[in-house]
């Protein structure tokens, strides 16, 4: 049984930081493309960044330059971290496992954690 489990989330002012963090038990994490979603009140479910098993990184355009994902095998982590934050990016974040390759479809992804609430002030 896989578990995920994020941390990091919380409230910050616009132009600040976070660095959330995905936990993940289980075997063979190393092999697996993960990513992050986020989900405002009353919106859906929407890609943020990937990271495929060799390290090769995807990310959504409102994003790019300001987030960065990385992954540690040794810890059985994958981080989000996050600058510049924007009241927009307000949201539940959660982590996932992907079923296959990389994909921005939450389909594509098969065990998800709790989530984490980022809120961003202005």
């Known amino acids: 049984q896989v578990q995920l489990v994020e941390s990091g989330g919380g409230l910050v002012q616009a132009g600040g930081s976070l660095r959330l963090s995905c936990a993940a038990s289980?075997?063979?994490?190393?092999?697996?493309?993960m990513g992050w979603f986020r989900q405002a009140p009353g919106k859906e479910r929407e890609f943020v960044a990937a990271?495929?098993?060799?390290?090769?990184?995807y990310y959504v355009d409102s994003v790019k330059g300001r987030f960065t994902i990385s992954r540690d095998n040794a810890k059985n982590t994958v981080y989000l971290q996050m600058s510049s934050l924007k009241p927009e990016d307000t949201a539940v974040y959660y982590c996932?496992?992907?079923?296959?390759?990389?994909?921005?479809?939450?389909?594509?992804?098969?065990?998800w954690g709790q989530g984490t609430q980022v809120t961003v002030s202005s």
């Open positions: 996932a496992r992907s079923i296959g390759g990389i994909t921005t479809t939450p389909r594509g992804y098969d065990y």
């Open positions: 289980g075997r063979s994490f190393s092999s697996y493309n």
């Open positions: 990271i495929s098993w060799g390290g090769s990184t």
